[in-house]
């Protein structure tokens, strides 16, 4: 895990990266709009996030015109992962990162693109609901899936594309809201679901 820049542990927000390191983040923020975060959650809390995951009920959830997919109910999983969010050392990470305002709060929810089900993500960019300023998504798939990639685009810009394929377990990523940008997530296919945290780090 030499390339973990932030872990998530049982303990708390542990920052690995040095001050060389954030600063070539925040540069390849500024200038994809998105950076990864390979192996932010530890091993075992991933597992422990896993079984509560598979003990708990999905239900149909649908954004109008946006996407439908799975997501789970409340949950020990849930909480583990809102505890680990709205940890003040993540939003000072994320804020050195993006260089966004103060951030009051992570909202975010479990979600299942089943490859069986037409569960889909329309080109959107979250600003609707208002005071969102980063959005981070987190694999808690247990087996590879095919498709299911993240893409981020500029609307004056709509054939740059940036895509992410976020498939290893206990991964994540960082991406910026704004009115300007754009943002989707491309069906799964084959036979494995994903199964994601994703969210908002919202401004006070």
């Known amino acids: 895990m030499d390339d973990a820049v932030v872990v998530a542990t049982r303990r708390g927000i542990v920052v690995r990266a040095d001050a060389a390191r954030v600063d ?31 003990e708990g009920t999905f239900t149909i ?5 946006i996407a439908v997919e799975l997501c789970l109910e409340p949950s020990r ?3 583990i992962l809102m505890f680990v969010m709205n940890a003040p050392q993540m939003f000072d990470f994320v804020r050195a990162i993006s260089g ?17 089900v037409a569960h889909h993500d329309s080109w959107h960019d979250d600003t ?4 969102r300023l980063v959005g981070c998504s ?26 992410i394929d976020n498939n290893g377990a206990g991964d994540a990523f960082l991406f910026r809201i704004a009115t300007e940008l754009q943002h989707r997530v491309l069906p799964v296919t084959g036979t494995n679901a994903k ?6 780090f919202v401004e006070k």
């Open 77 to 79: 999983a849930l909480d």
């Open 24 to 54: 070539m983040l925040r540069d390849a923020f500024a200038r994809r709009h998105v950076v990864r975060l390979p192996h932010f959650l530890e091993e075992e809390l991933l597992a422990r996030v896993q079984s509560s995951v598979d």
């Open 61 to 65: 959830r649908e954004d109008a015109g």
């Open 195 to 200: 199964t994601a945290f994703a969210g908002w």
């Open 100 to 116: 966004c305002a103060p951030i009051e709060a992570f909202a975010g929810r479990v979600y299942r693109f089943d490859p069986s």
């Open 128 to 131: 609707a609901a208002g005071g």
């Open 138 to 163: 987190l694999n808690l798939s247990r087996e590879r899936y095919c498709g299911g990639a993240f893409q981020l685009r500029e609307k004056a810009r709509p054939d740059d594309v940036v895509e």
